[in-house]
């Protein structure tokens, strides 16, 4: 796992890195997204790039994950988390393995950014598979917040919605590593749950203890470090694993793994800017 090591701490370093911005605004978030793409090894123009060693840089520059060969075209999945994933393959039940599509929400990020020259291409629709696409997605999909207004749940905007429940993210993405404490909200976090954002981003139950830590085998985030890990493993390892369903592991299937893979980072890299904000910001 050591090249999944150097892709996703170059990019969610390079995240964090970028702490100063306020509030949840996802084309700010998007952007600083791609700034960090742009000087990580995800970058086949580095001059460190790790592309080649990924095998990135065998793959169509705009559209490198193609999904012709899943059912309807599916791009990617949300996925429910599996016990030791070296050995079992994602769940098949459609109640847990829930395909999800690109959405005009974040086409229209991409839209404004490529039409203002942030990020080069011809629209947002033209470089939405693009890694650095992806990766960008996952950051605009992290601050999905479902929301309640004089008691009743809101999420009529246009993005589809958590095929697991409603869902307010931003409150998983706080944590203060003096009391090592979640958001300290109290009214807010009875409505909405609270979640140490180092627990949630990464998908582990103790990461700060590695005595204890392990997978979060019930995590309710489905697009963690350790989803990015699993999908990788699947993408790279799955025909060569003589327990597995060798038929699921067709190259159509493989490709949307590496797609998780990219956007499961997008998403912890986000979470990871927000956690480091100064507490005034917050």
Same mark, same amino acid.
């Given at each position: 796992?050591?090249?999944? &090591?150097? /892709?996703?701490?170059?990019?969610?370093?390079?995240?964090?890195?970028?702490?100063?911005?306020?509030?949840?605004?996802?084309?700010?978030?998007?952007?600083?997204?791609?700034?960090?793409?742009?000087?990580?090894?995800?970058?086949?123009?580095?001059?460190?790039?790790?592309?080649?060693?990924?095998?990135?840089?065998?793959?169509?520059? @705009? &559209?490198?994950?193609? /999904?012709? =060969?899943?059912?309807?075209?599916?791009?990617?999945?949300d996925d429910a988390a599996?016990?030791?994933?070296?050995?079992? #393959?994602?769940?098949?039940?459609?109640?847990?393995?829930?395909?999800? @599509?690109?959405?005009?929400?974040?086409?229209?990020?991409?839209?404004?950014?490529?039409?203002?020259?942030?990020?080069?291409?011809?629209? =947002?629709?033209?470089?939405?598979? &693009?890694?650095? $696409?992806?990766?960008?997605? =996952?950051?605009?999909?992290?601050?999905?917040? @479902?929301?309640?207004?004089?008691?009743?749940?809101?999420?009529?905007?246009?993005?589809?919605?958590?095929?697991?429940?409603?869902?307010?993210?931003?409150?998983?993405?706080?944590?203060?590593? #003096?009391?090592?404490?979640?958001?300290? &909200?109290?009214?807010?976090?009875?409505?909405?749950?609270?979640?140490?954002?180092?627990?949630?981003?990464?998908? %582990?139950?103790?990461?700060?203890?590695?005595?204890?830590?392990?997978?979060?085998?019930?995590?309710?985030?489905?697009?963690?470090?350790?989803? $990015?890990?699993?999908?990788?493993?699947?993408?790279?390892?799955?025909?060569?694993?003589?327990?597995?369903?060798?038929?699921?592991? %067709?190259?159509?299937? %493989?490709?949307?793994?590496?797609?998780?893979?990219v956007d499961s980072c997008?998403?912890?890299?986000? =979470?990871?800017?927000?956690?480091?904000?100064?507490?005034?910001?917050?």
């Amino acid at each position: 796992m050591r090249k999944l &090591q150097l /892709f996703a701490l170059a990019l969610v370093g390079g995240l964090s890195a970028a702490s100063v911005c306020m509030g949840y605004e996802i084309t700010t978030h998007a952007l600083i997204t791609d700034h960090a793409y742009r000087v990580s090894t995800l970058n086949p123009q580095a001059a460190n790039s790790i592309t080649h060693v990924l095998g990135l840089d065998r793959l169509a520059d @705009d &559209q490198p994950f193609a /999904f012709q =060969g899943e059912p309807n075209s599916t791009p990617y999945y949300d996925d429910a988390a599996v016990a030791n994933p070296s050995d079992n #393959l994602p769940p098949v039940s459609s109640s847990l393995s829930v395909p999800r @599509d690109p959405q005009d929400q974040e086409r229209a990020v991409l839209n404004t950014l490529v039409s203002r020259n942030y990020v080069p291409g011809a629209s =947002g629709a033209a470089i939405e598979q &693009q890694v650095r $696409a992806w990766l960008m997605r =996952g950051a605009v999909r992290e601050d999905d917040n @479902d929301y309640k207004a004089f008691g009743l749940w809101r999420d009529d905007d246009d993005r589809d919605l958590d095929p697991y429940g409603r869902l307010f993210r931003a409150f998983r993405h706080f944590y203060d590593p #003096l009391l090592d404490r979640a958001s300290d &909200q109290q009214s807010l976090c009875a409505t909405y749950g609270c979640v140490k954002s180092i627990n949630w981003a990464l998908g %582990r139950t103790a990461p700060l203890n590695p005595a204890s830590d392990t997978d979060d085998t019930s995590r309710r985030n489905h697009f963690t470090w350790q989803d $990015a890990r699993n999908n990788y493993w699947w993408a790279l390892q799955c025909s060569e694993l003589k327990t597995l369903n060798s038929a699921f592991c %067709r190259p159509s299937r %493989r490709a949307v793994w590496s797609a998780i893979c990219v956007d499961s980072c997008g998403r912890a890299g986000s =979470g990871s800017v927000i956690a480091r904000w100064p507490p005034a910001l917050r």
